[in-house]
């Protein structure tokens, strides 16, 4: 008899992690390297870079770029030339400048969009094609507490979190039937570095934390069993969905 738990098994994947160098995407990078997959790792700094590729086992890959100016084909073509072929596609680089709405300006609205909403789309049909060569594959966005309300100076962020969500719907209706699926996880409040403000403030952090149903706020290891089960065979038929791992604070 088969073992169920062989369904979460990355072995012989690729998985191309974008904002691999901190936060949410070096968590990730060691989840899914500790489930079996090789990691292509982008991220801006080669020096944090060679440092992840210290961290992981076996043969990964970097690519050192910043996606905000970056040639996404060329993005592509590097990580393809480089591993062969990728099976995963974690979306999770992104950009919250926190500034208030009267001070928003056309350059920082575009910056935050381009990142957090552009970037996803366009990278990930980019690798769509081969990854149907390959039968079939994953892509994880990064949604957010804000894909579902508002939050203090962040309305260019919340815009693009709130896209990001239906742009999960909409990848998961053009290629499912490719056998790609495609979904989100939506965090609470994690300690990285675009909650360092945050975290910071002790009375804040601890509101926050009392308006999980849990009692906390998030630890970065809270998110692997997320990541490797939505990059795994284990969930085959889950497609369009957002997964929010907050402790429950969109419950209360």
Request: charged share 15%; proline share 4%; with cysteine.
């Amino acid at each position: 008899m088969e073992n169920p738990l062989n369904s979460f098994s990355l072995d012989g994947k690729v998985a191309l992690v974008t904002g691999a160098t901190s936060g949410i995407g070096h968590r990730q990078s060691i989840a899914l390297s500790a489930a079996g997959a090789k990691i292509i790792a982008v991220g801006r700094n080669q020096q944090r870079l060679d440092a992840l590729m210290q961290e992981l086992p076996g043969e990964n890959f970097s690519v050192c770029c910043d996606l905000g100016s970056a040639d996404l084909a060329r993005v592509f073509s590097q990580a393809i030339s480089d591993s062969g072929g990728v099976d995963i596609l974690c979306n999770t680089a992104g950009v919250n400048l926190r500034e208030p709405a009267d001070q928003i300006t056309m350059d920082s609205w575009q910056q935050t969009l381009y990142l957090n909403l552009t970037v996803p789309f366009f990278l990930a049909r980019e690798l769509v094609p081969q990854m149907c060569e390959r039968g079939g594959g994953k892509i994880i966005n990064i949604a957010s507490l804000q894909s579902e309300r508002a939050f203090p100076n962040s309305a260019a962020y919340g815009a693009s979190k709130g896209g990001v969500a239906q742009l999960t719907r909409a990848m998961a209706q053009a290629w499912s039937a490719d056998g790609i699926c495609c979904n989100a996880i939506g965090p609470g409040f994690f300690p990285t570095a675009l909650t360092a403000r945050v975290f910071e403030d002790p009375e804040i952090a601890a509101k926050n934390a009392a308006q999980t149903a849990i009692g906390r706020n998030g630890e970065l290891q809270d998110l692997d069993g997320i990541t490797v089960f939505l990059a795994s065979a284990a969930s085959d038929y889950i497609t369009g969905q957002i997964i929010y791992v907050d402790g429950g604070f969109t419950a209360k």
